[in-house]
C-alpha cells in the first residue's frame, strides 16, 4: 500500500489517477488527515496500516513568501520530510520525496547534474536542500527526486496563471533571463514510480527535455492558444521580487532515464498533452 502525502496538490492529484488507472492501492491524506510537521501524528497514522511505500507530494512552495515565513517554509521543508523519513525507516517502507532545481545557484551553463554542488540562493531553495541532506543521511531506501517548474491539471501553477492573465490582459511581461525547463505533473508521477520500481535509492534529477526561459515557456502557450496580445520581454531585476532566483537551473535527468530506460518528452510536448488535457476537462 502507497501512502501520499500532500495528495490534494499538483504532483499528489497525478498520483492518485496514476494509481487509479494501474490499480495501485493507496492512501491518499491531506494536510487535514495527516499533518507532516507532527512526527507522532504520522507514526499514530501509520500504526496499523500495511504501507510499504510512502510518497511525499506535500511542501512548502511560496517562494517569495518564503523569505518573511522562515519558519513555516523550514518545517515542512526541511524537518517534515525528516520525520517522513524516520517513519518511513521504522517500518521499513521505500520513501520518495521532492526537491527542486533552485538548490542551484545558477553559474552553470549547462544541464546540472546529481553530481553538481549546490548553493541555494534563497530560504525556500536553502530549506529544500537542507531537507536532503537530512533524509539522505537517515535512511537508506529513499529516492529524493529534484524537479523545476511544475506543471498540470490539479492545483495551481505558472501555466494556468499565464492562461487566466490572458483572458483578461492584453500586454503581458515576462522574463527571459530564467532558463530551465517546465516539467507536467503527469510525466514526473509515471517517472518516478518507474524510479521506485527499480529500487535503485539515490538522489536524481527530473525534468522534461529540453531548456527555454519563462519568456519562451509562456510564447509557445499563448501561441498555442491564439491569444493575440504583446508579449513583452522583461528581465528578473524589473520585478524585484523578495527571493533570489537562479539564472540558470535546468536538470539533466541522464542518471533517471538511464536507468528507466526512456527519455523524458521535450517540454513542447508535454504543453500540448496539458492543454489537451485541459480541453477534455472544459477549463480551456
Ligand atoms: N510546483 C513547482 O513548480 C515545483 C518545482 C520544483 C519542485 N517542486 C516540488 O515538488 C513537490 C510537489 O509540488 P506540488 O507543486 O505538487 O505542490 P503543491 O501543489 O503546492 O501541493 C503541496 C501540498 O502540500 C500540502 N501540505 C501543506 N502543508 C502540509 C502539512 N503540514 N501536512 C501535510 N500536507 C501539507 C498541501 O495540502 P493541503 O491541500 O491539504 O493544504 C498541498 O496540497 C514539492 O516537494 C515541491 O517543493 C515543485
Known amino acids: 500500500m502507497v501512502l501520499i502525502t500532500g495528495a490534494n496538490g499538483q504532483l499528489g492529484t497525478e498520483f492518485k489517477k496514476l494509481f487509479d488507472k494501474m490499480g495501485v492501492l493507496y492512501i491518499s491524506t491531506s494536510h487535514k488527515d495527516l499533518d507532516i ?8 497514522f501509520l500504526n496499523g496500516k500495511y504501507v510499504d511505500i510512502i510518497i511525499n507530494c506535500a ?17 515542512l521543508n526541511r524537518d517534515a520530510p525528516k520525520h517522513l523519513a524516520e517513519a518511513a525507516k521504522e517500518i521499513d517502507a521505500v520513501y520518495a520525496t521532492y526537491s527542486t532545481d533552485f538548490v542551484f545557484d545558477g553559474e552553470k551553463n549547462v544541464p546540472y547534474t546529481e553530481e553538481d554542488l549546490p ?19 537517515l535512511y537508506g531506501k529513499v529516492f529524493i527526486i529534484r524537479t523545476s517548474w511544475m506543471f498540470g491539471s490539479g492545483g495551481n501553477n505558472f501555466i494556468k496563471t499565464v492562461i487566466n492573465w490572458s483572458k483578461t490582459r492584453k500586454r503581458l511581461s515576462i522574463v527571459d533571463d530564467q532558463i530551465s525547463a517546465p516539467t507536467y505533473s503527469k510525466d514526473l508521477a509515471e517517472f518516478t514510480w518507474e524510479l521506485i520500481q527499480s529500487r535503485e535509492y539515490g538522489l536524481y534529477h527530473l525534468s522534461n527535455g529540453g531548456e527555454c526561459s519563462k519568456y519562451d515557456q509562456v510564447h509557445y502557450v499563448l501561441q498555442k492558444i491564439g491569444w493575440q496580445g504583446e508579449l513583452i520581454r522583461v528581465k528578473t531585476e524589473d520585478f524585484n521580487l523578495p527571493a533570489k532566483r537562479a539564472k540558470y537551473s535546468k536538470l539533466s535527468s541522464g542518471k533517471a532515464e538511464k536507468i528507466i530506460g526512456k527519455k523524458l518528452p521535450d517540454w513542447k ?4 498533452r496539458f492543454l489537451e488535457e485541459m480541453k477534455c476537462m472544459g477549463e480551456l
Do not use: F, M
Not at 507532527?38 to 499514530?44: D, G, L, N, R
Open 59 to 75: 511542501a512548502y512552495n511560496a517562494v517569495d513568501k518564503a523569505e518573511d515565513e522562515v519558519e513555516e517554509c523550514t518545517l
Open 269 to 272: 510536448d508535454a504543453i500540448d
Open 37 to 44: 510537521t507532527k512526527p507522532k501524528e504520522i507514526k499514530a
Open 119 to 137: 548553493n541555494p540562493l534563497s530560504v525556500y531553495s536553502r530549506t529544500k536542500y537542507e531537507g536532503e541532506q537530512k533524509v539522505l543521511s
